[in-house]
């Protein structure tokens, strides 16, 4: 019912940028909290960044000075930009979304919903 695509990954080089984006689709009512986790081979998926509907944003130590979220809730969208990336930010972005939805018998549930991934490769 819902679908959150991903976009904006790529091979880039040590201290250069990328900016992700996110967009969300379906039978949507509204979107609360949208964010981006990264995941590294063999590891788990982390939060990077998270911002509320009214525009807060929250990062993981690791990315704060470099990365910065934003949101347009008129599109259903939310956006990373990346900046002054290094190897260790390599792995797959995962867009996510809590999203209230209205489904075929007119009622509202909330879920959390998450996008397929973009890779990022950053090269040192």
């Known amino acids: 019912q819902v679908q959150l695509v991903e976009s904006g990954g790529g091979l880039v080089q040590a201290g250069g940028s990328l900016r992700l984006s996110c967009v969300a689709s379906?039978?949507?009512?509204?979107?609360?909290?949208m964010g981006w986790f990264h995941q590294r081979p063999g590891k788990e998926r982390e939060s990077v960044a998270m911002?509320?509907?009214?525009?807060?944003?929250q990062y993981v130590d690791s990315v704060k000075g470099r990365f910065t979220i934003s949101r347009d809730n008129g599109q259903n969208a939310v956006y990373l930009q990346m900046d002054n990336l290094k190897p260790e930010d390599t792995g797959v972005y995962y867009c996510?979304?809590?999203?209230?939805?209205?489904?075929?018998?007119?009622?509202?549930?909330?879920?959390?919903?998450w996008g397929l991934g973009t890779q990022i490769t950053v090269s040192s």
């Open positions: 996510y979304g809590n999203i209230e939805i209205v489904n075929s018998y007119g009622a509202y549930r909330q879920h959390d919903y």
């Open positions: 379906g039978r949507i009512y509204s979107i609360n909290d």
């Open positions: 911002i509320t509907r009214g525009g807060s944003p």
